[in-house]
């Protein structure tokens, strides 16, 4: 079968071409790629290439598929696994998968070490690792971005679930954010932000009783109010605060005022900024714990932190780099139940403007930037569907403004059964 893929060969050198796929072997997957969100973890292998920790050093001579954030249908399964998965079936794959036996050893990962498996992409062969590691994951909910966006929101959930806390008195660490705590979230509405605060006003187990997310843009901060209203959160128990620190003439004395004068049990960083780090650092409560969740494009990024407080107040210091499988099993569940991340989405396009969208991510406004692999559409802002002047466009104009502007099953569903295929 033929595909056509964004391959990667080099430093900024993204192809895409046509080419054929090897049949697949008895201990293989043969699937249709529908969706693949655009990460800016790809973003960092496109500009890094053969440098990059999860990418082959051969990639000149045996280009690699890029995207790992995909979803699609399975097509042809190969004799080994069709006790677990049958053709029809729905999936997402967890890109982590820790195998030692991938190109790259232990981080070999699909969307950035295989030739062919990747999320840019209108056909895949999914390896053997897949399976054996448990990352080919069902997706039972509608539509399919959702499931796209399933290991974004289960890095968040793995963020979360990293948290910790020691019983005064004792070593033990009691893992996960305090239930009825003080949660503050800084640089807290891009994209993974978004994220963040769906995921913790829908869950069940636990849930802060204040929860207090800091930026300094208005706009963005008024849009994920929105989306994620503080009447929503009050009936789920929690007091959400929209901050804009940019705004404030002393945001350190203000956010601890605002927690009551006793500072916050988890604060999650989500720009990767000195001064945030800094400012995360002031506002944590006796044992708390300073989630740093974004990660740096470069090795030197350092940041003060007080240690008089690490010995006399247990402060703590915790980074997670994406979730793991349970965390991605507990997002698709969840979506299942109903939780939408249409949130994040605030581009569409198709397979062709994939290389423009990945080699200028950071340039590019907004949230997520969705890719339906088999549609050829250029990324165009969900926001701007109206100015376009097309009746594909004006439909998902209005689809989308009936959806308090956002993406929706139906809007995909719409998309799919009437773009111009790539």
């Known amino acids: 079968m033929k595909t056509k893929a964004v391959r990667l060969y080099g430093k900024d050198d993204l192809r895409l071409e046509e080419f054929e796929l090897p049949s697949i072997k008895q ?65 997402s794959i967890q890109p982590a998968m820790f195998y030692e036996g991938g190109p790259v050893g232990v981080l070999s990962a699909p969307g950035y070490s295989y030739q062919y498996v990747g999320g840019d992409a209108t056909y895949v062969v999914i390896p053997n690792e897949v399976m054996e590691t448990g990352c080919l994951l069902p997706y039972k909910g509608e539509g399919f971005y959702p499931a796209s966006l399933a290991e974004p929101l289960s890095c968040v959930i793995g963020a979360m679930h990293a948290c910790y806390h020691v019983k005064p008195g004792t070593y033990d660490h009691s893992m996960e954010i305090k239930d009825g705590g003080k949660l503050a979230l800084l640089a807290g509405v891009g994209p993974m ?44 128990g929690i007091e959400l605060r929209y901050v804009n620190t940019g705004a404030m003439e002393n945001p350190v004395a203000e956010l601890m005022e605002i927690s009551g004068g006793s500072g916050y049990d988890e604060v999650v960083v989500m720009a990767p900024v000195p001064s945030v780090v800094e400012q995360a650092d002031d506002i944590l409560a006796y044992d708390g714990c300073l989630n740093f969740f974004s990660g740096p494009s470069k090795a030197p990024f350092k940041a003060p932190f007080n240690f008089y407080n690490v010995h006399y107040a247990s402060t703590h210091v915790v980074g997670t780099s994406g979730g793991n499988t349970n965390d991605m099993k507990e997002a698709l569940e969840m979506m299942g139940k109903g939780l939408d991340p249409a949130g994040l989405v605030t581009h569409v396009g198709g397979l062709n403007a994939v290389i423009d969208t990945t080699l200028n991510l950071t340039s590019i406004p907004g949230g997520k930037k969705l890719i339906y692999t088999h549609v050829k559409m250029p990324l165009t802002a969900i926001a ?38 790539l």
């Open 193 to 236: 932000g978004l994220a963040c605060i769906n995921y913790v006003l829908h869950r069940e187990d636990r849930r802060p009783a204040l929860f207090v997310v800091t930026d300094i843009n208005q706009e963005r901060l008024d849009r994920a109010a929105s989306l994620y209203t503080v009447e929503y959160a009050k009936s789920r």
């Open 384 to 421: 701007d569907f109206g100015k376009v002047g097309k009746p594909v466009y004006d439909e998902l104009d209005r689809i989308c403004k009936a959806n308090n502007g956002l993406w929706s099953v139906e809007a995909e569903n719409y998309l799919l059964a009437n773009a111009e295929n």
């Open 27 to 91: 201990d293989e997957i043969l699937a249709k790629v529908v969706s693949d969100s655009i990460c800016m973890s790809t973003y960092k292998a496109a500009h890094q290439a053969d440098t990059h920790k999860r990418v082959p050093r051969d990639i000149a001579e045996k280009p690699v598929i890029v995207g790992h954030e995909f979803a699609g249908e399975i097509l042809e399964v190969g004799s080994k696994w069709q006790g677990r998965f049958k053709k029809g079936d729905k999936f």
